[in-house]
Structures are given as C-alpha cells and as structure tokens.
C-alpha cells in the first residue's frame, strides 16, 4: 500500500503557521537591581513583531498565586487565543508581558509572592522602576498611557487594578479577572504576612479614601471588571462595582459563569483583548 | 417591463412562516371575582399547539412598571425570539402568558400597579388563587411545578422572584430580569403606596428572615437572576446575589453590557428560554 | 395620597442619557445633479460630536430591497446598538451614514430601486462623484481608506460588496450582512430590470475574472461576511466564501442561527462595529 | 511567621467539588468478537450518577484521526465543559462514551483507523452490534433513539454524520464539528486504503442517492453543523449544508471564527451539549 504525500493536511498546517506567522513566546530575564535577584518574564511579540519595524502597544498580564510568569501561555492558551483574536481582526496586536510575581517556596508561594511592597522585598518599586523600563527600552513599544494596559487573574488581578490605582497616569486600560479585590473578610489565606500586605493595598482602601483628584485620575482609566458567578472571590468584585458606581469611576463589570477556573480566564481573554484594543485605537 | 412573480422571494417568505407555523400570540381576559374587574392577558402558543393535542410546559412571563401584558410582545419581540428559538432546536416550547399588573391611569401607573395584594386590591392572590387556575385549565398546560417556570423584568423581576420566594412548591424555574429586588434605598418612588408596597414584599427580607425550612424550599426552585452593569438596579441584583450565597440557595447571576432598556430584555430572553427549558426537559 | 418625585429613576434616566450624551441621528439630503433628483439621507453623529472638534472614521451602511434610508435607525435599531457598544468601550464611535437607494413606487421597489448604474439612472455615479464626496466635506470625517467602512444588508449587502470590489482603494472594511451575493439562479425576482441590473453586477462574476492585480486590492479590504443559516440567500454566502477562499482573499465568514430578518440584522451590528473599529484603529 | 489554615481557599474547593460531585472519568474496555481484539473506550458519568440510580441520555463522541478515545477528556477539556454545563442548569446531564478508532501504528493511523468497515476490520459492524449493546447494557442508558446522540470531529464529525445516516433510527441528535464531511478532492490523504474507505462512506453521497424513504428518515434525526471559517475541511461542511437544504432535511449549521483546532471544538461542545439537551428533554 503506498502512501501518499498528505498534501492538503500540510497545506492547511502551513496556511495555519501563516496566520501566526511570527507569533513567538520568549523567556526573558532582568536582572533586578532593587531586588537583588534575576527575574524571568514571558514575552509575546505578535506576528510581525520582527518585520514590522513599528512600534506595538502592550499588555502587562499578571498571573494568579501559587504561579508565575509561565502560567497565562501554558495554563492560559494565551498565545493561541491572541493569534487568533488578531487573525480574526478583532483586536489590534500587542506585545503582551507576563512578569513574575511567585514566591520562593516549592508551590511558588512564600515571602516573595506577591506584586506589592515589603520590607525587604520592594516589588512594586521593582515594576515600576526597573522593570517596565526596561521592558519597553528592549521591545518595540508605544510607551504611553493609551498603548499600554493591565491586567491579570486572581491575585493578579488585585495587581492590576491596585497597580492602576497608585499609577492610573501609567495605564490607559485596566481588566481584573476573578480579581482578589478586597482583604476583609480573608479570602485566601496563605500566611500572616501575605494577608498583612494585601491588607495594605486593598484596592476598596483606595477608592474609599481617594481624593477627588484622585478619583478624577480613577476616570481616566477604561475599567472592564470579570468575575464569574461561582467564584470564591466574587463578593470581592461586587463589592469594587458598587464602590465605583458609588464614587461615579465608570467602568464594564460583566459576571459569567464559571468559578476560580482557566476555563474562565481563557474565555475572558478575547474580551480583555479586545476591550483593550479599543482604548488602543480610540 | 414585464413584472415576474417572485417566486423563490415568496418560497422563502412560505418556509419562514412553515418554521413558525402555528405559533399565534393571542388575546384573551379573564373576569376576576376577586379583583371586580376583568384583567386582560397575552398568550403566546407555540408552534404546532393546534394541532399536537399534547400539553405543554409554560411560562409566566411578567411586564414592568409602567407596562401591561402586551409589552413583551410589542416592545420584546417575545414571539419572534421564542419562534426563533424554538425553531433551532435550542429550546423546549411553552406556553408563554402574560398577564396584566397595569395601574388604572393613562401612563399605566396609579394604585393598581404592581404584584401584590393591598387593601382593596389583592393581586397577588388573584393571580394564584383565579388567574393561574383559569390560565392551565383552558388551555394544555402541564401543570407541575417541574413544568412551570416565572420570569419577569423591573418590577415584574421582582414580582417573579417574590412570588417564586411565596410559592417555591409551584415553580420550578424562576427567572427575574434587572429586577427590582429590593426597597432599600427606594428605587423607583412613584408614590407612597407603590414603596410601601414593595417595601411590605422586599426579597431580601424574606431571604433573611427565612427558615430553615423554607430556605430548603427555596432550592427546589432553580434561580437565574440577569442585570445589565448600567441598570440603576444592578445594586439590588448584586445584593440579592450576595444574600442567596450567604443563603446557600444555589442560583445562576449574571451581569451583561447594558442598562434598564428593552435591547437588554430582547437579548436576555433567549438565555431564559434555555434555561427553563433544561428545568423541564431534566 | 402624596406623590414623590421619581428622583432615582430620574437620576437614571440622566445617567443613561449621559452615556450617550450628543449621539444624534440627522435627517439630511443631497441635490443630485447625476440623478437629476433630491436624496435624502440618514446620519448617526456619535456622542460628543458637536464639542470634540476632530475627524471620526465613517461607515457606510446600505438597506435592502422595499426599503429606505431610514430602515436602519427605525428597524435596525441602529441608533440605539450604536450607542451602547460605543458607551462600552467596545467600539470606536463612527459616523455612520445610511443612503437611500429605493426605487419610486409606493413599496420602494422600481425602476429607481438598487445600487448600481443603469441606462437614465446612474446611482452607482452618484454615489462615488456626488455622495461620498458631499457627506465627507459637509462632516468632520477621516477621508482614508483606513477609516471608511461600507456594510450593508440583503440588496445593500450586494451593493457594499460589490462597491468595495469596485472601489478596493475607498474602503478599509467591508461587512455585507445577509447580502445579495449572486444571481444564478435569481433569487429575487422583483421584475426583469432588477435582476439584469444585479446580474451585471455580480459579485461571483467580479472575483472569478479579477485579474491578480485585482486580487491583490482585494486583499486590501478587510472582509466580514455574515449570513443566517435560515436565509434564502444562504447559498449565495457561502459560494462567496468558497470562491474567495480560492482565490486567497482573505475574509471572515460567521453564519450564525436565523433568516432574512431585523433580529438578524441587529445581533449582526454589533460585530461589524467591532471589526470595522479594529480597522480604524489598528 | 506562623500558618494560617488556608479556610477558605479549602472551602471554595470544596464547593467547587461538590458541584461536579461524582462526575467521573472511567477508563473501560470491550472485548470485541468482531474485531478480534480489545478496544478501550473513556466514559463520562455525570455528577451523581452513582446515586440517582435513574437511566441517562446518552452521547456517543468520536475523535479524530490521529487521535483515540482519551482526545476528548485530555486535549477537549469535555469533563470540565460538561461539569460547568450540568452545574449552570444550561444541559440534561448525559453519560458521553468515547470510543477508540485509532489505528495500529505509533502515531494512531494505520489500516485500523476509522469508523467504517473495511476486509479485516468490520469497525462499523463493531460499533452497532457489539460496542453500542455492551455500553448500554452495562450502563445505566436510557436506550431509545430520543435519548441517544452522537457528534465528533474531523474524521469522527464524518463517522457521527454517516453513523446517523446509515442508522437514522438509533440516533435523536447528530453534531458533527469541522467533519470529514466528503472525499472529492481528497482532504487527507492519509494513505490509499483511508481514502477509499472514506470515499465508499461519503455522507454526500448517501444524501445524494437516498430515495424519499431515506430522506425522510434522515428528517428524524436533529442535525448540528458546525465548523470554522478558517478550516481545511470547510468547504465539505458548506457542501452539506447547501445539499441538505435542497434535499429538504433541516438543520442547523454554524460557521464561527477558527480553524481545525482544539480551541475550536472546546468552545463547540457547550453548544453540542446545549443542543442534544433539548432533543433529550422534548
């Protein structure tokens, strides 16, 4: 029996690869000066990064607790699903950067987890003043407010939305997902410490206690808030929707349902992409 | 210039029709002794009625404020989202009855507005005790709880709920739509009596001031409660929300782009057809 | 009984009205030298129009048979799905332009009926020499490829087709919605000048003798084709389909559940605002 | 730094637990008489199978070539997607059997792959007399057409399709996904002896030679359609559905963005499980 050349399967492999043609995930690292260890991050360059010559929005995308840097691609699908938003013409392309924010101990929580400030581990200054620099010095990027967005997962989305908070001068579009949006009461629990340090950057703190000033610079933040409706932390996000709507910070809340799931954060990224995107191209 | 029949324009005009063949919206009152009045009601009979002999689910299906049974069908576009459905094969047909809670003035206000039994007006239990029997005795109705299903947007979600909350043995279904699911700030203050009689029948308090045994009734009924994230009631919805978690009453919620507007009741339909149509299929 | 103001529905309503703050649908009209005739036509001015000062991308969007200018706006919804995707982040808010190509007679059909040129009624003319021009000197428009759009429905499908075929170098994207897309075996049949006008303009005729000159403009334009599985022009959809993936011009072709109707047309709005904002931003 | 006891995040697993409480994967096997050897095959039984002690509907979900029984909860994520369904209220819980069609060689082809009999391997004659008996007797199977389904991709999108047409009594719902839905020209050209086993079984041709009798027949069955615009195999699936239409067997059919990808059928199997639901449930 003699086989032949699988001609069409190749030739719709090869149109596939096209349509992402370029696409890449890189592992890259800083050396962090304020921490005083090397830092891995995860990198997206959409198709044509190389080619192009031009500059690209970007998106910081954080992950969750008990992950890092590598969740969003691995766990996330992430590069599959922005290829295919981005092949679709629904979304205008973007590098998208993915930092790490785990801890030291095997489950990758510990003392360092997390995206804020401590005694002895500086995070956000880390971000803020070594990494994105160093980010957007490297990559091709439209380094202003409107190019740039955040968001993330979980703990991640706490990150996001706080890191918008304390810089909203710095993102001109902010998207938590299943956001750890709130500290009392406890939601998760990992030690003493984490909670401490949550409980000082929480982002209803914030809103609560802004200035008018502050809540001006609040609305020159586009919003989309996603929390699914079975999640453990979906009291957190209500209670943020209600704040803002309270402090008149316009925003996009959506509720779905799904739990505290990749499934979920897989099916909110085309949105988060897309909603983003608009803020690009406005 | 010879005019030619338009054939395949009509052959296609005829096949429309056939995928909705039967399906007839229909007028119809009832002469209520406990009202001294006769109230007039909506009735959507589903494709093929006539003919199957069978019975059939239904679905009590509530206006707002404001409104009167032939909102859901003028303003809703209720037939045509059902035929639709139906006809895709992605919901179970039902009847579909929409009765009539319009007050006594010209903009359909006025002290016979709303759900609920006062003094000298006893909806609610002209609704249980007349409407409903008269509703499943004329026409082919399945009549279970398993069978029947209660939807309703604005006041009429809060009627849906309240009455599903009164009478959790009768619906297996309920289904409130940006509902006004509570009194606390007042939302909607058309008149005194109209808070107060929404005051005297709040969700939220019979929520919290449930038995036991009565929350465990409230499982028996499987909850879907939707409300746009620009509604000036989504605050109720969230607490509502809220409040059935701390509960344990299991309930879908979901919070979709948009406000207290028709385009969100029109898009919200279909997802409530499917959802009751799984009640009754299970 | 003492009234109350209704001082939080008010509140609403002026939020709601906020949202939408200065969107504006103009009844406007042009004095045609081509045709010899006064055209009326519709514009959608998006919110903040008056007061931004700044150019807006445009959309051209095109009614179908035994319609008019106004279809859109009265059975589309347009004004109302406009404003809420825009209000949403999810959109750049455009200009969008409904012209009226309907025919005389007291249905609209007749002699003057379609968008194409024929012997004494040179539509196809006016619209390119006088239209376009008229409407983007007379309203703050981008005048670029990258920022005009043209989408149209069933007739008007066709006729965005086939203009964007026609003119690859006026139009960044092209969304034909339900669209007349060929005309063997004639589809509608309204009478014999109809279907020989729109047979020589058939948009199958186009693709296939394009020259690879012509292909290659062709792929200039980004294509979203959407048609209902129901419709009666189903099969003209997906030969275009078929027919534009042979010639590798790139398209997105989405068939979702539903006929020839408004509740297709308006579920199908929202996407091509999306898709056409992605081209004006990217 | 002490340790808190992680309550809550413990909780919310928990809860999470509970809501696909006793949904199971098995791994099974079948010793097959016509085949001569073992087949394994994966099952899924729904949340609270063990208990209920009642009969399920059934699904029946093919895998592709180079694949086997184990695609669907490994790379399909079904066991999530059907949990998340079941617990939503949006699907009839069913029991999903998936059986291996794999060939002998390393990477699963070979002159064993396929749905379809072949001299040496009877696979079809396999799977209706022998597979489809031991299943539904050995589990709890509520064994009538009404309540049996059957859907797959690629090459099992094609098997469910000839499947229900060579047994349109056996099955109430088919749903075939990006299916290997005809054989001219050639889609994978595997080897010789796959393309001329799949061509005998071009379920296009079956439409194409089946007398009224047939035909009719086929009109028993609800058929789902669905495959992506980006897809090698998508002109198959257009051929189907413009055939289908003129053989009067309705349908549904959808084209929605992607290509032959996991992504795709993933976000496909809600609606495949939405949809069979309510053929169940009728």
């Known amino acids: 029996m003699k086989k032949l050349f699988c ?10 690869s096209l349509s992402a043609q370029g696409s890449r995930v890189v592992a890259d690292s800083i050396d962090s ?16 990064y190389e080619d192009s010559g031009r500059d690209y929005p970007i998106l910081y995308l954080l992950h969750g607790a008990w992950g890092d840097h590598t969740d969003w691609t691995r766990s996330g699908n992430a590069k599959n699903i922005a290829d295919e938003l981005y092949a679709s013409g629904f979304g205008i392309p973007a590098i998208i950067v993915m930092p790490d924010a785990s801890g030291e101990k095997p489950d990758k929580t510990g003392f360092r987890m997390g ?14 003043e070594e990494f994105i620099p160093y980010v957007e010095g490297k990559y091709r990027v439209r380094a202003e407010k409107k190019y ?17 908070l304390h810089h909203p001068e710095m993102f001109g579009s902010c998207c938590p997902l299943s956001g750890l949006l ?17 409980g000082r950057n929480d982002p209803q703190d914030i ?21 699914g409706d079975d999640d453990f ?31 979920y954060w897989q099916s909110a990224l085309p949105s988060v992409l897309q909603f983003i995107s608009i803020g690009f191209g406005e």
């Open 207 to 227: 809103l609560r206690n802004a200035t008018d000033g502050q809540l001006d610079s609040f609305r020159t933040v586009r919003w989309y808030i996603d929390c």
């Open 115 to 128: 995206y804020f400030d401590k005694e002895g581990w500086p995070y956000e200054t880390h971000f803020f």
């Open 33 to 48: 000066r304020v921490l005083g260890v090397t830092k891995n991050f995860t990198v997206y360059l959409p198709a044509g």
């Open 7 to 16: 001609l069409v399967a190749l030739l719709a492999a090869a149109v596939a």
């Open 233 to 263: 932390l979906a009291h957190f996000n209500v209670q943020v929707f209600l704040l803002m709507k309270e402090k008149q910070v316009p925003l996009q809340f959506r509720m779905r349902d799904g739990g505290h799931t990749w499934e």
């Open 148 to 164: 740039r967005a955040i968001a993330g997962l979980s703990m991640g989305g706490g990150g996001s939305m706080v890191y918008a």
């Open 182 to 198: 709130g500290t009392r009461p406890v939601a998760v629990a990992i030690d003493d410490d984490f909670t401490e340090n949550i």
